[in-house]
């Protein structure tokens, strides 16, 4: 029973962490990278969608973006996109590929990106924690309903709370190599 309670909080960690994992990709770094690209949508054929459905991106070198449109009548619609987005990307065409060259960041704006990693990882802490709250309320349920007894439902909360640890710990890690990458000059 307890098990069962532990192994499903366990999936619903890593999807957590999935989903940090996703949401990291998309701050930029300063270094070129087709994720940062992920929100921005291309207005094709009457409905918005999204960049990697309507062109083959690529990274050619550390700094650039290269964006390949599988029809040509689309490059403007595509370089108004990126323009209008607010990733501060300033693209270039030659009629047949776009250019999107990644500037340098500011020492400024680094620690802004800091921040909003750090705001994000605390943001997933915080779902941890209340999926913690919600496996420890169906184990003392299970207490409650004489399905355990009282040592298994503190054996239970203590399986939860290792298993809460090591999660937080893993977003602790990827937030540091995160905020490594973004001062990284």
Excluded: C
């Excluded at 459905?53 to 009548?73: D, G, Y």
């Amino acid at each position: 029973m307890v098990q069962e309670v532990i192994d499903g909080l366990r999936s619903d960690y890593e999807q957590t962490l999935d989903k940090l994992r996703r949401e990291l990709t998309k701050i930029r770094t300063g270094r070129a990278n087709v994720n940062m690209l992920d929100g921005v949508r291309v207005d094709y054929y009457g409905s918005p969608s999204p960049l990697s459905q309507v062109a083959t991106l690529r990274v050619p070198e550390p700094r650039l973006i290269t964006i390949q449109p599988w029809e040509k009548n689309i490059i403007s619609d595509i370089e108004k996109a990126i323009q209008m987005s607010d990733l501060g990307l300033n693209p270039s065409n030659d009629g047949t590929l776009i250019r999107v060259p990644i500037p340098a960041l500011t020492g400024e704006r680094r620690q802004e990106l800091v921040k909003v990693a750090r705001r994000t990882g605390e943001d997933h802490k915080i779902a941890l924690r209340n999926q913690r709250r919600d496996a420890n309320d169906m184990v003392k349920q299970l207490e409650k309903d004489s399905e355990i007894t009282e040592d298994e439902m503190h054996k239970g909360y203590e399986k939860i709370n290792s298993l809460t640890e090591e999660f937080a710990n893993k977003i602790d890690a990827m937030l540091a190599k995160k905020e490594a990458e973004i001062v990284e000059v």
